[in-house]
């Protein structure tokens, strides 16, 4: 297959905004792909418009991508060609190294169309936006294979690789889907939540009656055990198994021989009470003496769901089914606190209670609900409270792939009622939709205090942030204060997002940095 063809289609589905559209260009392609019965190839499609690389990092980003030669005029390069390219480049080492990734590069570029150029470049900076995300691609796969779609999210949701799946229906099919299997020692995705705005929708949505979990700010960890081995995995599937033993520890204790569980890792306070996130946070870097680490800061473990016991699956169980297991087999201090209601009341109570406790808030789970490993199910609802605080934007940065020559990230400052200045606490460039964005570089170009330029070039953030005079406000949503050594207040906002600019209130209306400190004294 072209390079050529892969480009085309990845282009013409980020011009989509209809997910049938996406579903069915990807399906055209990957079956022609398939046609070929080449499985490795079919693999790296899938990979690619999924915005990833089979080699996962090959040394080459955005500063890589400055200077590129001229495109050719003629597409000659492969899918397979491609491929092993990036292969080569990535097994690039030892003196003078750069050097030589940066020929090959060159040479890869010189010999691409442009619209080759712009899809490796896009896919090398991180930047394929198409919107071929797992739930398209997977739908695209089972289109493609002429396969039960339900049958592909499955197998790739057991198996933790899409491309592998893919491989595997296009070229064998469906017979070949049975291969990937829930494995004790190999993580799977885990189950997600939507939102809701509170435990009245919650139980209306879950159908009345639902079971109340409260919901820990620590870190989402999935354990795997076959007798005395232990697996450790994050939420993004990388095995952390070294650095918690007091979860290996907890998950040796349990009365099973094999088990898998979906758990919380959080550092308590004497008192029983959450520390910041960060402080769980810091068990998960590496560290030179993880006995040290785990005796000056342990972590607790608190289990709330289980996939696998004893050569048993668990998943399509309900939840009530599983939480029956769950409690015969884990100890009360292991599990988190719940409440299985009908009643408002007592849902709001049992919220109420739980943020009290320093808590971020509860989950509402469907007592009917199997556990969708991989997926944003409907049967999870997450409830907590969003702050939010009316900031002044200090200055914007120049965005990069798909958002050159836009303004993207902003600064965010909040007023000091003693001085009258704005203290800095982060940046964010979530929540920004298209038409935001055109709209702020127009506004902020407008408010720019100083030079302008680095709007279409890859230079250093230096060259790429636009001082702007603070007059715009900007409600931000966070969903915390953390401590911060990088912003003079000491302070840095969790997971900011835009909601909307605030045209209707000047910079002297926006929250000061008082508010923000009484965010951050309450724990939120």
């Given amino acids: 297959m072209q390079l050529l063809d892969v480009a085309t289609a990845s282009a013409e589905v980020g011009a989509s905004s209809s997910r049938l559209a996406k579903t069915a260009r990807i399906a055209d392609l990957l079956g022609r792909a398939g046609d070929e019965d080449d499985a490795d190839q079919v693999a790296v499609v899938v990979s690619w418009l999924s915005g990833e690389l089979p080699q996962r990092q090959i040394g080459v980003g955005w500063a890589s991508l400055r200077s590129l030669p001229p495109p050719a005029e003629l597409a000659s390069l492969t899918v397979s060609d491609v491929h092993a390219r990036f292969t080569e480049i990535g097994q690039v080492a030892g003196k003078g190294s750069q050097a030589r990734r940066a020929g090959l590069l060159t040479g890869l570029f010189g010999a691409a169309t442009a619209e080759e150029q712009t899809f490796l470049r896009r896919l090398l900076g991180g930047e394929l936006r198409q919107g071929a995300l797992v739930g398209v691609m997977a739908d695209a796969v089972a289109k493609a294979a002429g396969l039960p779609a339900a049958a592909?999210?499955?197998?790739?949701?057991?198996?933790?690789?899409?491309?592998?799946?893919?491989?595997?229906?296009?070229?064998?099919?469906?017979?070949?889907?049975?291969?990937?299997?829930?494995?004790?020692?190999?993580?799977?995705?885990?189950?997600?939540?939507?939102?809701?705005?509170?435990?009245?929708?919650?139980?209306?949505?879950l159908g009345g009656t639902a079971v109340f979990e409260a919901k820990l700010d620590g870190a989402r960890v999935q354990v795997h055990r076959?007798?005395?081995?232990?697996?450790?995995?994050t939420r993004s599937l990388d095995d952390v198994t070294a650095r918690l033993p007091e979860v290996v520890d907890a998950a040796l204790a349990l009365p099973v021989t094999t088990v898998i569980a979906d758990a919380e890792a959080i550092a308590l306070k004497p008192d029983g009470r959450p520390h910041r996130f960060q402080v769980t946070a810091s068990r998960f870097g590496r560290s030179a003496d993880i006995a040290a680490a785990a005796a000056a800061q342990p972590l607790s473990v608190f289990v709330f769901d289980l996939l696998h016991v004893d050569g048993v699956d668990l998943l399509d169980k309900t939840a009530s089914e599983r939480i029956e297991v769950l409690d015969a087999l884990v100890p009360k201090l292991h599990r988190v606190d719940r409440l299985v209601t009908d009643d408002v009341e007592q849902a709001r109570e049992f919220l109420e209670v739980t943020l009290a406790a320093g808590h971020e808030g509860v989950m509402a789970k469907s007592l009917t609900a199997p556990y969708e490993a991989g997926r944003r199910g409907a049967g999870w609802l997450k409830v907590k409270p969003v702050h939010t605080l009316d900031l002044v934007v200090l200055a914007v940065e120049w965005g990069s792939g798909r958002r050159t020559g836009k303004l993207s990230n902003i600064h965010l400052g909040a007023r000091d009622p003693q001085t009258g200045e704005f203290v800095m606490l982060g940046k964010t460039f979530k929540g920004m939709t298209d038409a935001m964005l055109e709209w702020q570089t127009t506004r902020f170009l407008e408010l720019a205090d100083g030079p302008t330029d680095g709007s279409g070039s890859m230079a250093g953030s230096a060259g790429r942030v636009v001082r702007v005079r603070p007059e715009q406000v900007v409600e931000i949503a966070f969903d915390?204060?953390?401590?911060?050594?990088?912003?003079?207040?000491?302070?840095?906002?969790?997971?900011?997002?835009?909601?909307?600019?605030?045209?209707?209130?000047?910079?002297v209306e926006a929250d000061t940095i008082d508010t923000v400190r009484a965010f951050y004294q309450?724990?939120?």
């Fill in 152 to 205: 592909v999210r499955r197998a790739a949701m057991l198996g933790g690789d899409l491309p592998a799946v893919a491989a595997a229906a296009l070229t064998i099919g469906e017979a070949a889907l049975e291969r990937f299997t829930l494995t004790v020692g190999r993580p799977v995705g885990p189950m997600l939540a939507q939102t809701a705005a509170g435990v009245a929708e919650a139980l209306e949505r």
């Fill in 226 to 233: 076959r007798g005395d081995e232990v697996s450790i995995y």
């Fill in 480 to 507: 915390g204060v953390q401590t911060s050594t990088r912003y003079p207040g000491g302070m840095a906002l969790r997971f900011a997002r835009v909601l909307r600019y605030r045209d209707d209130k000047s910079p």
């Fill in 522 to 524: 309450r724990g939120s």
